[in-house]
């Protein structure tokens, strides 16, 4: 459970930063003052910045800085992230040279939008290192030859609602060893061995993690291919590597696709709230996150910095959104001010903002309330663990 904290707060942490360091990098490049750049959350622990003369000065607690030509610089208590304010990112002192208010449009869009493309870029990075050393893909996509493939398996990725393999308790990114100690290298190979076998029971030798299992299951006709099957969809996996110079190409363009098909899991899953077909069990909030990311942890560095990747692509998509406080929501009442020629009034889109605010809250209680229902059991071993 300590690695599902620790792992948890440092991916968070990466995160959050990387975005924030998107919008001051940008309102300095833009020539607008960056009034602080944290290191985590106040309260502060520790602050320096250049006083007129420059010379580094430090401040400490909740002092406000009110005489820094610069940036304060500090380090915080709770270690999530970071955070940037800009000068006037509210509507204020407009008419001053190095306020954001007072920057063009197109200036303030671009500082708002920063933070999504630092963490896309992030993400790129990441992905372009791991196929550096080894990446784990699955091996039905298109791979290079230039790719070097190591350490091939079938893997389970996804398991059916009330089918035999759910019932006996495989999950998802579970590795079949064998199955009467019969070892597999080709999916179709395995397949029609099951099929075969359709109403024997067989003997599923699996790695979950770091951990061997056996799983005594019973193949059924299945009503989905009216073949032998034990209810899963499995995929030939491997770890995939190129040259250096080649990883870089592969990983960017390997993060445009995984951009384009979030987008659109996100437009379907708008397009069912839409219609009244509700939100799937499988969306995690906050404390879901967590869990995984320990989950992705202990199965070793590579996996955990893969989820990291995709982890920022979604904060970068979602963050995006054209909805009331977040970036996209700011950036669209930048689009309307354009149209209309001129700003929305100060205190209007304040109140916008501070109700999608709400409304976000509300679904981040909703969706950690079932995460808590769902995985209530590690936490309360942990309370019990402490409380012992």
Known sequence: MLLTIISFIIVLSL????????????????GVKAEEFGFGFPPRIYGVYKDNNGQWKTVRGKKEVKDAPGTVYSINWIPLGGFVKIKGENGENED????????????????????????????????????MVGLPQSLDNDISDKAVITDRKIQVVEVLPESPAETAGLKMAD???????????????????????SGQELNYKIKRGQVEMNFNITPEVRADTNKGGVGIAIAATGLVKYPWHIAIGEGFKTTIFLVWYIIVAFYELIKGLIFGQGVSGDIAGPVGIAVFTGQVARMGFIYLMQFTALLS?????????????????????????????????????????????????????????????????LFRNLWEKIAG
């Open 96 to 131: 001053e040279k190095d306020s954001f208010a007072g920057r063009k449009i197109w200036q303030r869009a671009s500082i708002l939008s920063a933070g999504v493309v630092m963490n896309i870029f992030l993400a790129a990075v990441l992905i372009s290192i791991g196929l």
């Open 15 to 30: 995160l959050v930063f990387v975005h924030e360091l998107g919008h001051f990098w940008t309102a300095r490049k833009f």
């Open 175 to 197: 590795i079949i060893i064998s199955i009467n100690n019969q070892r597999f290298n080709i999916e179709e190979d395995l397949q029609n061995y099951v099929a075969e076998r």
């Open 313 to 377: 692509i979604n904060l970068a998509i979602i963050n995006f959104l054209p909805f009331p406080a977040l970036d996209g929501g700011r950036v669209l009442f930048l689009i309307i001010e354009k149209i209309k020629g001129s700003p929305v009034k100060r205190e209007i889109e304040n109140i916008i903002h501070n109700i999608g605010f709400s409304l976000l809250m509300i679904l981040v209680l909703i969706v950690t309330f079932k995460d808590v229902a769902r995985f209530g059991d």
